[in-house]
């Protein structure tokens, strides 16, 4: 088991970044695969982008591929989203998720979930 804690939310105008963090603790945070999800009102919960275990495989949403880019520092226990020329799109609340059991691909086995935090783009 792992507790998930986002931060690193906020208020940026289109075109400015932010970069998301996501504490996990209680268990070896090494042996999970890691994902960013989103959810905007109104819409369905979706895949950002997700990083294998060891930090080699990723893969990202067709949206927003060459602006968003997933890491992890497995020696601090800490996954990152760095998101530049943010656009009013991606305003949503974003989630960080652990999976174990699949690979890093595997997007219906992100069952570990943090609490969210809120990016909001303005025009």
């Known amino acids: 088991q792992v507790q998930l804690v986002e931060s690193g939310g906020g208020l940026v105008q289109a075109g400015g970044s932010l970069r998301l963090s996501c504490a996990a603790s209680?268990?070896?945070?090494?042996?999970?695969?890691m994902g960013w999800f989103r959810q905007a009102p109104g819409k369905e919960r979706e895949v950002v982008s997700t990083?294998?275990?060891?930090?080699?495989?990723?893969s990202y949403a067709d949206s927003v591929v060459g602006r968003f880019t997933i890491s992890r520092d497995n020696a601090k226990n800490t996954l990152y989203l760095q998101m530049n020329s943010l656009k009013p799109e991606d305003t949503a609340v974003y989630y960080c998720?652990?999976?174990?059991?699949?690979?890093?691909?595997?997007?219906?086995?992100?069952?570990?979930w943090g609490q969210g935090t809120q990016v909001t783009v303005s025009s």
């Open positions: 998720a652990a999976n174990r059991l699949g690979d890093y691909r595997d997007y219906g086995r992100y069952d570990y």
């Open positions: 209680g268990s070896t945070f090494s042996s999970y695969n």
């Open positions: 990083i294998s275990w060891g930090g080699i495989g990723t």
